[in-house]
Each structure stands twice: as structure tokens, then as C-alpha cells.
């Protein structure tokens, strides 16, 4: 069989390293922490857990850090972790994976938690390639990808990740956004457009994010994964900033795309929504159309195949929406109705992992 290492990057992790590390400790050979100036108790936390700590002065890139904790081993193969993820669910996966030396780069879903509103917690979903073969490295100041041509496959393993929760995220600070400036200067690159986009949306700067995302839909490629993503946020910009029209012309353009996404048309009910609270002489002609929308959503229903999509929107979601926009007319038969079915499709959904965990350590 091929030898495995766990390799990360941390800085002031004490947080969540230790859940990440045991996580992983019974699937790998060696686990590999390089530490770029903790302050906290990361190191002693990661070496308690079995790691190996090595210590790295940071320089503002993260795939020179990437690469840096990639040389710590001689390992055939690389799982790249962060601090904040950590094994969900599948991890036979790896062993499985590692019977076979044929070089390939494994690509991991990777669930991240947000903010659902009202204290609970949603999963969206990504396919990023994390399990590397040796001698593959990565690129990039920062949202750093890994150069290779290498064919990519699929892993049932499945990564958490609570990076993104309201918590992580006042600690990350302005250093994503910074880091991206810094490396637009030397690439106009549209993915890092997109990104810096979803840095100043997180941060509620919709005004700034909004011709991030403009820029970076001028120029995606109409095959990039992070395309969906990208026209669902800038839906969302353009609502939190008043412009329905300028979001509806790009709904309108996009929805021959996205004819299997449920995230498309639960974002075009809630832009719908919006618009008929905030300009009531159109609400009589958008209210079918948001009822359509969110009835769209459940007739698709779940696509987790789907990059980003956000699970619940095509089905317990939406049909909790339909319940409060009935509710809100008068309708309690339809309202009850609606309640039941949301309250049904919950109940069927699988187990998050150790959400309690995750939100307990915010």
C-alpha cells in the first residue's frame, strides 16, 4: 500500500486543529503541521494530536506555505487539510485510494457550514482537488490551486469545514481581501475577481462586491465550475443593493444554464420576493412568479453534484418558503400544508456530522 501524509498550514488554530488532526489520525501515516507564527497553543495542540510541527516565517503567499509543508514529507501522497475541516464522513475512502499508485490528484467534497439565519446551520458543498500525489505542487498568493496535469477523480470522502461561519470568519480579519489585492495587481485573473467579490460580500460591503462579480462574469469561461456560484451571488448583490431590474436581466440571461438548479431558482423566488416588498405596485405580478420559483426548486429537488449548491434549497427550504409566502397571504391551508412537507424533508435529511461540535466552538 502507499504511504499517506496529513499536511497543513496553521496559524493561531487552536480552535479547531485538534478535531481536524484526530480526525485523521487513523487513516494516515504521518501528519505534518507548519506553523507560520501561532501565538496561541497551536503547535503543542498539534503535537499532543501525533503531528509533526515545523515552524515557517509567513510572507504573505499561501502556496509558497502550500509548498513549504508539501517537502516536510517524502509520503506518496498528500491530504491537504486546514485547521477548520475535518472529516465527515467516508474516510475509508483513503485507504482504498491508496492501493492504487496510478499518479492522479483526489478531488474532495468539502461541505463548508454558513449561516442559515435564525441560529441554524446550512452545508454548500465543493469539489477541491486536496489529495495530491508527490511532486505536485501549488500556485497562487492566495485561493491557491494545484499546477498538474494530471487526471482528477472523484473521492467519496467528505470534508466539514466552519470557516465560513460568522465566528472564523471576525478572525480571518482583512487578510483574504489584502492578499487578493496584492495579487490582482499582478494578474487581473477572474477567478480572483470572484473572490475577492465574495470577501467584501461575507463582510456585507455588497457596493464593493457588486463589480467584482461584474468584472469576473465579463470574462468566466462558460465551463468554470465557480460560475454557478458566482451568478447566484451576484443575484444576491444586486437584491441587497435595490437594483432588481439590472438582477433580473442577469436571471434572465443565466436561467438556460441553470435548468437543474435548484440554488438558481430559490435565489430568483428571494430576488422576486424582495422586489415585491420593496416596490408593492409590482407585487401582484411577481407573486406567482415567486410561488414558480421555489415550486421550480422542489420539482428539481437536491442536486449535490451541482458546485456550490446549498443543500436544503430544492426541498425543505423552499418549501418552507412556500409556507411563509402563503401565510403571508392568507392562505393557511396551503401555509399548514407547506409547514408539513418542510418538516417531513428535514426529517429525512441526512446527519450533518458533529455540527454540535462546530457550533459550540465558535
Known amino acids: 500500500m502507499t504511504s499517506l501524509a496529513l499536511v497543513m498550514i496553521a496559524r493561531d488554530e487552536a480552535r479547531g486543529i485538534e478535531r481536524c488532526l ?20 497551536t503547535p503543542a495542540l498539534a503535537r499532543n494530536c501525533g503531528a509533526q510541527v515545523s515552524h515557517w516565517d509567513w510572507c504573505d503567499d499561501f502556496s509558497a506555505a502550500r509548498n513549504a509543508a508539501l517537502a516536510l514529507t517524502g509520503c506518496d501522497w498528500r491530504l491537504v487539510l486546514d485547521a ?22 483526489g478531488v474532495l467534497r468539502v461541505s463548508s457550514l454558513i449561516d442559515g439565519g435564525g441560529g441554524g446551520v446550512q452545508q454548500s458543498p465543493s469539489w477541491i482537488p486536496r489529495l ?44 483574504n481581501r489584502l492578499l487578493l489585492q496584492q495579487a490582482l495587481q499582478d494578474d487581473d485573473d477572474p477567478y480572483l475577481r470572484y473572490q475577492l467579490g465574495k470577501d467584501h460580500e461575507v463582510h456585507g460591503r455588497f457596493a464593493e462586491a457588486e463589480p467584482c462579480y461584474a468584472a469576473a462574469l465579463a470574462r468566466v469561461d462558460a465551463l468554470a465550475l465557480w460560475r454557478h456560484d458566482l451568478v447566484l451571488r451576484q443575484l444576491f448583490t444586486l437584491k441587497k443593493l435595490g437594483r432588481f431590474e439590472q438582477a433580473m436581466g442577469l436571471a434572465s440571461a443565466e436561467m438556460p ?106
Do not use: C
Not at 494545484?146 to 480579519?173: C, E, F, I, N, T
Not at 427550504?317 to 409556507?323: E, G, K, P, S
Open 22 to 41: 484526530r480526525s485523521a489520525a487513523a487513516v494516515v501515516d504521518e501528519m505534518w503541521v507548519l506553523d507560520t507564527g501561532s501565538v496561541d497553543d
Open 257 to 362: 444554464r441553470w435548468a437543474e438548479s435548484p440554488d438558481f431558482y430559490f435565489t430568483l423566488g428571494d430576488l422576486l420576493l424582495d422586489w415585491a416588498v420593496a416596490q408593492p405596485q409590482h407585487a401582484a405580478a411577481l407573486l406567482p412568479m415567486i410561488e414558480s420559483s421555489w415550486r421550480r426548486a422542489l420539482d428539481i429537488g437536491e442536486n449535490p453534484a451541482l458546485p456550490d449548491t446549498v443543500r436544503g434549497r430544492g426541498s425543505f427550504l423552499a418549501a418552507h418558503n412556500l409556507a411563509v409566502l402563503f401565510g403571508s397571504l392568507g392562505d393557511a391551508v396551503q401555509a399548514r400544508s407547506w409547514r408539513e412537507q418542510a418538516a417531513q424533508m428535514r426529517a429525512a435529511e441526512p446527519a450533518m456530522g458533529t455540527v454540535a461540535t462546530v457550533v459550540a466552538a465558535q
Open 132 to 175: 495530491l500525489p508527490r511532486g505536485v505542487h501549488f500556485r497562487g498568493r492566495v485561493h491557491e490551486q494545484p499546477v498538474s496535469a494530471l487526471p482528477r477523480q472523484r473521492l467519496a470522502l467528505q470534508l466539514l469545514h466552519d470557516g465560513y461561519l460568522p465566528g472564523p470568519m471576525a478572525r480571518k480579519g482583512e487578510r
Open 84 to 105: 477548520d475541516e475535518w472529516i465527515g464522513a467516508d474516510a475509508d475512502a483513503l485507504p482504498l485510494w491508496r492501493r492504487d499508485a496510478t499518479p492522479r490528484i
